[in-house]
């Protein structure tokens, strides 16, 4: 069983950046994939982003190509999602997700995830 606890979040103007991290214990963190997905009020969650293992290959969402940058310390066992030039439609609870599989768009390829962190963008 794996545990997850982002961080990380806040309010921040439109602009800025914030940097979230996700912590794991209770596995070998090395050997999930890992993934970033947020929900906005009255949406259905979306992926954001993904890393496999290794950290050798990632996947972003169109909406935050260029801005984002999903990386991983499997030695601190956290994955971290670097959030620059962020936008009011950013807004969101994020989560971070770990699967067992190779990197998956979909929510439904992770089987472990964290309660969220709340990131506000204000204009």
């Known amino acids: 069983q794996v545990q997850l606890v982002e961080s990380g979040g806040g309010l921040v103007q439109v602009g800025d950046s914030l940097r979230l991290s996700c912590a794991a214990s209770g596995g070998t963190f090395s050997t999930y994939a890992m993934g970033w997905f947020r929900q906005a009020p009255g949406k259905e969650r979306e992926f954001v982003s993904a890393i496999t293992w290794s950290g050798g290959n990632t996947a972003y969402a169109d909406s935050v190509e260029g801005r984002f940058t999903i990386s991983r310390d499997n030695a601190k066992n956290t994955v971290y999602l670097q959030m620059n030039s962020l936008k009011p439609e950013d807004t969101a609870v994020y989560s971070c997700?770990?699967?067992?599989?190779?990197?998956?768009?979909?929510?439904?390829?992770?089987?472990?995830w964290g309660q969220g962190t709340q990131v506000t963008v204000s204009s």
């Open positions: 997700a770990a699967s067992r599989g190779v990197v998956r768009r979909s929510q439904y390829a992770y089987d472990y």
